[in-house]
């Protein structure tokens, strides 16, 4: 009979039809209907076994199938093979030569299909191989099971998935319905060798058998073993974990170490209890060997529109005086913390969320590192914000503290200076329509800010949170509204009008031990409520000229801007809270108001001279520039006014005429970037303030470095020039092996300020990282801190930092 045709048998009497069609008789119809439990069983095993780490899995009834491989039970079947033969006597049905069989997405190929009508099981024999919609293969010499799936064999099964995940077992047992045996399994992420194929994966785990249960939804390994280049890491005489079906179940996780000088060594066991589909409980113990046992519980719960979570730890330090003496940490025995964090979306317009912690003392989640709550500088904060469009509203009532060592009364603590701000509200609205052939927008701000203890350094501090600010309450409420329109010559000149008006009133409950202060002699207002305003008109000009080349295309753009406006009102004389952080640079030339918040108004009349500059080049070049300068053209100058922090001080506007501020960059195909940025004295040229950075990027190499300038501010504390380089790189060495490297050098005192170094490994299922980093505080004290990190590729990371002096 030619191979080009099937045959169907029934007692002697023989119908040949095109190969590829369904034969629409008597035994096409009882193969069809079993061969669609078939091949949704062997879908449902390579399915299983690509969930949940690559961890195997069985066939269940067609029903039940059905729904783990999201086939329908009524889907179509088409079966091809070279012959469809009917044994009236044995009872048996069987597709032999070439068979494939198609299902739901799901294919299925094997050299023989065989089902026995009389004792219900059904065989695939020889190069049988599965492949699913989503890729993942399954391969076996030989499947046999009943037709209800409730027993049954494999023989040589292996799993590759479609994230080259792999599984094999010499065998498979399947009894009662329930429980499946995988003997002698092998499972890992890694590919084979691909010029020697038996040598060991980087790293696998073995198992004598495992037993895969699927009422109670377990897996259980017996005899198993971590392998590592071959050789045995660690064996485990029995261990139980959730079934691939199981998302979210009760047990052990990774455990985790740590080492600190004061803490000792340690180790972290987390207990997950899954309590519903949708909320969970964390529980972790970890025992240091300087002091005790550290205790922490998080309770998670997803809602429909959001989630929360809810954390406590606490300790009973048996050594407080490993801790240097008179500081946070030694001062303290009973220690601990709770916080919660939440988002919920309301509508898709607006979010509502916190984020907050107490603790009993202001540096525990630090030092016990509290995941999530360990920062140095904590914001706590409850929030609502809202966007349509562009429009926005922005409401939060936030707590600073800066988590520390300092007790309190020292005299380097900080964190009692903290604020409250209580609210902060940024609400901004466009009109919908043009208004006069313009946009016109409306902006409101306010805050509130309360603090125990006043903050008024004159003098420089060598951390980031010296935020200079009065003992007392004050409040401010801010109203904006903006229009402008632009214009567009017939010879590309652009003009845009700008009309503005702004008006606020501040509430001042200020210690009167505030009024004065060394550095800028200005002194608060002694009302207890201050109003002003401000209105604005200006003009802006841009002129971009189009320059073409042979091989370039550059765009010269002149601008030119007038403000006219009158002075600032009660200058020097409110609290500055939110406009302290002030550079005048390129970014900020062009901007109406040069203050960085509303608690300072940009007043008197104005002119921004400049010029912008791009140029793209056909070899991949592309370059861009700015230069220019600010004029004051009359009234009082903002910038030479002293107010609380002296934020114009030493800026380049305290003169009529400023310094002058360019910027300039340069890069190469995504391979090499540089830019700098520089403030220059209006008469001398000489460089106040820059900044340089440069980096390069090849396949194997990977290198950055940046110099950073700031003449001496004596106003500020600063009596000489500051300079500090900083520089990393990282090189592969080989495809697998990457070394990287840091270091922040300070000129001015001549001392390294930071630097590190790593080595790291990594390739498609494993990967290694190893890092030593050193730092110096100011008084040249030393502290080290050791890395690492290992991860398995779908196991999981595990990996800690170790720290001292």
Not at 776 to 805: C, E, H, M, P, Y
Request: with cysteine; proline share 4%.
């Amino acid at each position: 009979m030619a191979s080009s045709s099937s045959c169907v048998s029934f007692r002697g009497r023989v119908f040949a039809v095109p190969r590829g069609r369904v034969v629409n008789v008597a035994a096409g119809q009882v193969l069809s209907k079993h061969l669609k439990n078939l091949a949704c069983g062997l879908a449902a095993v390579a399915l299983a076994a690509a969930l949940g780490d690559g961890l195997p899995a069985y066939a269940a009834p067609l029903d039940s199938v059905a729904g783990l491989t999201g086939v329908e039970s009524d889907a179509p079947l088409l079966l091809q093979a070279d012959e469809l033969i009917y044994d009236n006597d044995r009872q048996t049905v069987a597709a032999v030569g070439g068979v494939r069989i198609d299902y739901g997405g799901t294919r299925m190929v094997a050299d023989r299909l065989v089902y026995n009508q009389r004792t219900g099981r059904l065989s695939a024999i020889g190069n049988v191989e599965i492949i699913q919609p989503d890729g993942t293969r399954a391969y076996a010499d030989e499947f046999d099971v009943t037709e209800d799936f409730a027993d049954g064999f494999v023989n040589a099964l292996r799993i590759v998935t479609p994230d080259r995940a792999r599984f094999a077992a010499e065998s498979a047992v399947r009894e009662g319905g329930e429980t499946t045996t995988f003997n002698n399994g092998i499972y890992t992420a890694c590919e084979p060798c691909k010029d020697n194929p038996e040598k060991p994966p980087i790293w696998q785990i073995k198992a004598r058998r495992i037993i895969w249960n699927g009422k109670q939804k377990t897996i259980r390994f017996e005899r198993a073993s971590f392998e590592f280049l071959g050789m045995p890491l660690a064996a485990f005489p029995v261990f139980t974990t959730a079934d691939p079906t199981v998302k979210r179940k009760t047990g052990f996780l990774m455990p985790s170490i740590r080492f600190a000088d004061e803490l000792g060594f340690g180790a972290s066991i987390p207990y997950f209890i899954a309590l519903a589909p949708n909320y969970d409980l964390k529980l972790t113990g970890t025992g240091l060997t300087r002091q005790g046992f550290l205790g922490e519980a998080e309770f998670r719960h997803r809602l429909v529109n959001g989630t929360y979570t809810l954390k406590i730890a606490g300790i009973h330090q048996m050594s407080p005086d490993a801790f240097d003496a008179n500081t946070e940490d030694a001062t303290h025995t009973d220690r601990g913390m709770i916080g919660s964090k939440g988002r919920f979306e309301i509508n898709p317009r607006w979010t509502f969320g916190w984020d907050v912690m107490a603790q009993t003392d202001k540096n525990f989640s630090r030092t016990y590192t509290v995941e999530g709550f360990d920062e140095k500088v904590r914001q706590n904060e409850v929030y609502l914000s809202g966007l349509n469009d562009r429009n926005s509203l922005d409401l939060r009532m936030m707590k600073f503290n800066i988590q520390e060592t300092y007790a309190d009364g020292s005299g380097s603590d900080r964190d009692a200076e903290q604020p409250w701000v209580l609210p902060s509200l940024d609400y901004e609205i466009y009109a919908p329509r043009p208004v006069a052939g313009g946009e016109l927008s409306f902006n409101l701000n306010a805050r509130g800010i309360s603090r125990d203890n006043e903050d008024l350094r004159g003098s420089p501090s060598d951390d980031d949170f010296a935020t200079r600010g009065l003992e007392g309450k004050t409040a401010r409420i801010t109203a904006e509204t903006q229009w402008k329109r632009t214009f567009v010559t017939g010879s590309g000149l652009t003009v845009t009008p700008i009309l503005a008006a702004q008006g606020d009133t501040s509430f001042i409950d200020a210690s009167t031990s505030a009024t004065d202060y060394s550095k800028t002699g200005a002194s608060l207002t002694d009302d207890d409520t201050f109003s002003r305003g401000m209105v604005t008109a200006g003009m802006e000009m841009r002129w971009p000229f189009l320059i073409t080349a042979p091989s370039s295309t550059h765009v010269v753009e002149p601008i030119a801007q007038v403000f006219l406006r009158p002075n600032e009102m009660g200058a020097g004389e409110l609290p500055n809270e939110d406009a302290q952080s002030f550079v005048f640079d390129t970014t900020t030339l062009f901007a109406r108001d040069k203050f960085s918040g509303y608690d300072r108004i940009e007043g008197g009349h104005r002119a921004n001279l400049g010029v912008r500059y791009t140029g793209t080049y056909d070899n991949g070049w592309s370059v861009h520039a700015m230069f220019g300068q600010s004029y004051h053209l009359g009234g009082t100058n903002p910038f030479a006014d002293a107010d609380m922090v002296n934020a114009g001080a030493e800026s380049g506007l305290e003169s009529d005429v400023s310094d002058f501020v360019g910027s300039a960059g340069a890069s190469f195909a995504n391979r090499l970037d540089g830019a700098v940025r520089a403030r220059f004295d209006e008469k001398t040229f000489e460089v106040r303030r820059a900044e340089t950075e440069l980096g390069f990027r090849t396949n194997r190499l990977s290198a950055s470095g940046g110099f950073a300038y700031i003449q001496a501010q004596p106003t500020y504390g600063f009596d000489s020039d500051r300079h500090e380089v900083n520089g990393r790189a990282s090189l592969r060495v080989t495809d697998n092996w990457k070394v990287t490297g840091n270091a922040t050098y300070d000129i001015t005192n001549n001392r390294l300020a930071r630097n590190g170094i790593g080595l790291a490994y990594d390739d498609e299922c494993f990967s290694i990282g190893l890092n030593f980093r050193q730092s110096r505080s100011s008084s040249d004290a030393l502290s080290n801190s050791v890395g690492f990190q290992i991860s398995l590729r779908t196991i999981g990371d595990f990996g800690d930092k170790f720290s001292g002096n």
